[in-house]
């Protein structure tokens, strides 16, 4: 057997199915199995034993002509589409792969889950069951992201720098992407200073769409690492944080690795579908969908309730 396994999708979406491909990949060791995903995705998978990783361009024909071409070219056996949407559905139609495992009752799958899936679960949920109705067993959580020792040394160092140990500092996530701005709660310069008061150093995470918001909150206080930390990196720098506070966005599932409490801010989203896995505990709901009702003292009322707060 020779396995193939699709996901393209978001960042988020790509740390959530983390512990699922490590399903496949124990299911069907010792047959070689490769992740098809995107160039930008590649990086999290460059050291999973077991796992070849093929970087697929976004977009353009010619690309998809030459993946096509790639697919029929290698032999594989099973394609396991944890994506199913209408490209990777297309993809696995053209595939020439003669055994086709996905999430909806539909062409091209030969093997899916009986219902179709309108959203009725955690996305997580349903991928497992996916994976049940090709005979494995479900996958648990969290997701895991292992660092490599390199980055495990160059975040120790800048931890060291910045004169921070494990446990004096909280993660925070202020941003989103720029065509979500209704994910934004918009009280976290009065939480960063409230756990200032406690003796936390609040460190700002976020990509590009965050580097404005992050450089006028760390004015006022914490460390602003915006645009700076790749995922491993950020996931390392989890690792040593007393929490975690995030808008529903990517860092909240990359800190879902980091096997500390990350508190998901969540508004206009369902957050029974999306929440970090192994965090559904500790989700905050904003009353209508409006994150500009959820209080600041709503949030802090919970993490000393939870003993985050001494």
């Known amino acids: 057997m020779k396995v193939l396994i699709l996901k393209f999708g978001a960042l988020g979406d790509m740390i959530l ?6 399903r496949v990949l124990e299911h069907h060791r010792p047959a070689p199995v490769t ?4 160039p930008a995705h590649a990086p999290l998978f460059e050291d999973w034993p077991g796992l070849t990783v093929q970087a697929m361009p976004r977009r353009g024909a010619r690309a998809m002509w030459r993946l096509l071409q790639w697919l029929r070219g290698q032999g594989f056996t099973r394609l396991i589409d944890l ?5 990777s559905s297309f993809i696995s139609a053209l595939s020439g792969i003669p055994e086709r495992i996905g999430n909806h009752p539909r062409y091209p799958y030969h093997v899916h889950p009986p219902d179709r899936y309108t959203g009725q679960s955690h996305a997580f949920d349903r991928l497992n069951q996916v994976l049940a109705a090709a005979g494995m067993t479900p996958a648990p959580g969290p997701p895991q992201l292992p660092a490599p020792p390199a980055v495990a040394a160059q975040m120790r160092a800048w931890l060291q720098e910045h004169q921070l140990v494990r446990g004096d500092y909280v993660v925070l996530h202020a941003g989103s992407s720029a065509r979500h701005g209704r994910k934004r709660w918009p009280f976290f310069r009065e939480l960063a200073g409230a756990l200032a008061e406690y003796g936390l150093t609040p460190v700002w995470t976020g ?9 006028e909150l760390a004015r006022h206080a914490g460390i602003d690492t915006a645009g700076l930390l790749s995922v491993l990196e950020l996931v390392e720098l989890g690792r040593h944080a007393a929490f975690a506070v995030t808008n529903d966005s990517a860092p909240m599932h990359i800190l879902s690795c980091c096997n500390i409490p990350v508190y998901g801010l969540f508004g206009p989203t369902d957050w029974r579908r999306t929440h970090a896995l192994g965090q559904a505990q500790h989700v905050l709901t904003a009353p209508g969908g409006d994150l500009a009702r959820l209080p600041v003292q709503a949030l802090l009322a919970r993490l000393r309730a939870d003993g985050r707060l001494n």
């Not at 199915?17 to 490590?22: D, G, K, Y």
């Not at 990509?207 to 450089?215: A, F, H, T, W």
Request: a neutral charge; glycine letters at 4%; proline letters at 4%.
């Open 35 to 38: 992740l098809l995903t995107e």
């Open 207 to 215: 990509g590009r769409d965050d580097r404005e918001l992050n450089r």
């Open 17 to 22: 199915v983390t512990p699922l491909i490590r």
């Open 83 to 87: 994506q199913s949407n209408d490209r």
